[in-house]
Nanobody, 115 residues
Framework: QIHVVESGGGLVQPGASLNLSCAASGANSGIIGMAWYRQSPGKEREMVAAKTATGPEYYLDSVKGRFTISADFAKTAVYLQMDNLKFEDTAIYYC?????????WGQGTQVIVSS
């Protein structure tokens, strides 16, 4: 069983930066990819950024150029550097670990962008 824990959320003003961290214990091996999702009230959960073990990355169009995902597959850790945050980035951010096609989720970390 993999235990996933996110951290790094907070309340910031527009234009600020945050760095989210995710650590997963108990993974050992077989991690295909790691990703960040987010969910705002009344909206469906959406993938924000993802990184596969083979290298390719994915970004939601609205965060391209502002967010950067990085990952350490040996440590099963993934990070999300978020720059130039906007009001619409307000959401709960979830870390997702894909091990052999099975998804593991953390409880989320809240990001609030407000003036």
């Amino acid at each position: 069983q993999i235990h996933v824990v996110e951290s790094g959320g907070g309340l910031v003003q527009p234009g600020a930066s945050l760095n989210l961290s995710c650590a997963a214990s108990g993974a050992n091996s077989g991690i295909i990819g790691m990703a960040w999702y987010r969910q705002s009230p009344g909206k469906e959960r959406e993938m924000v950024a993802a990184k596969t073990a083979t290298g390719p990355e994915y970004y939601l169009d609205s965060v391209k150029g502002r967010f950067t995902i990085s990952a350490d597959f040996a440590k099963t850790a993934v990070y999300l550097q978020m720059d130039n945050l906007k009001f619409e980035d307000t959401a709960i951010y979830y870390c997702n670990i894909d091990k052999y096609g099975t998804d593991y989720w953390g409880q989320g970390t809240q990001v609030i962008v407000s003036s």
